[in-house]
């Protein structure tokens, strides 16, 4: 039974870590915008969710790992490729980062939203019927 | 919650711009100081930016800050002028005024305080989205 509550949250919740290491990772993007030689760095939401949720089938416990730098289900960083060089060669861009974070940001409340939604059917699953 | 890292992250990135802003003010309120008796001016600072990496040492994880990590000197020759009655006059009558460029410096600030205003943007995002995150299941 409990599983089964959780499992309905389970994918939702992993989004929600990924979009959150997302918004963490441009947020130093952009903290980094006037250091000379820092590289920008992303990652694939789409391939780095379906790695986390495709391993969620096959072993338990993986939400831990996601959580973990460096464990086998972090999500890979890759290096952006910049539209204009600069002389420091400093590779951030400052509008795709604030357009990402701003992407990112409203998608983290959408995912948020689904995980509240959710949770209030289910809520609204255990109630009696003469609870109103 | 790795969340909370954006506001140490952030954070650092606004107090090197603010150091940043700080060496600004003092070169620009110094551009027009000329050489003491010693003969020499004051000299342009400039502010050199390091990535730090974040969280307790051992467990550091691909979250960059940023820190200062020295004060530079600019050492090339400041600007002199032909003025044999200024008290500070050597002995050919030039003065020696430091070496501050006016317009590299508003450049500078300018520069700074839009980099300090996107991270304080950041912060606030950061909070809202932590805020909504702390009423999951409410309402």
Known sequence: MIPRLSDALDFQSQALVLRADRQRLIASNIANADTPGFKSRDFDFADALRTATGSTQAGQGIADDILQPGGKSAPRLRYVQPNQTHLDSNTVDMDRERAAFVDNAVKYEATLRFINGSVRSMLDAMKSHNQG | ?139
């Open chain 2, 1 to 139: 919650m790795s969340m909370f890292r954006i506001f140490d992250v952030a954070g650092s990135a606004v107090s090197a711009q603010s150091q940043r802003l700080n060496v600004v003010a003092s070169n620009l309120a110094n551009a027009d100081t000329v050489a003491g008796p010693d003969g020499s001016a004051y000299k342009a600072r400039q502010v050199v930016f390091q990535t730090a990496l974040m969280g307790p040492p051992g467990q550091r994880d691909s979250t960059a800050g940023v820190r200062v990590s020295t004060i530079a000197e600019d050492n090339t020759p400041g600007r002199r002028v032909h003025d044999p009655k200024h008290p500070s006059a050597d002995a050919g009558g030039y003065v020696t005024f430091s070496n501050v460029n006016p317009v590299e410096e508003m450049v500078n600030m300018m520069s700074a305080s839009r980099s300090y205003q996107n991270n304080i943007e950041v912060m606030n995002t950061a909070r809202s989205l932590l805020v909504k995150t702390l009423q999951i299941g409410q309402s």
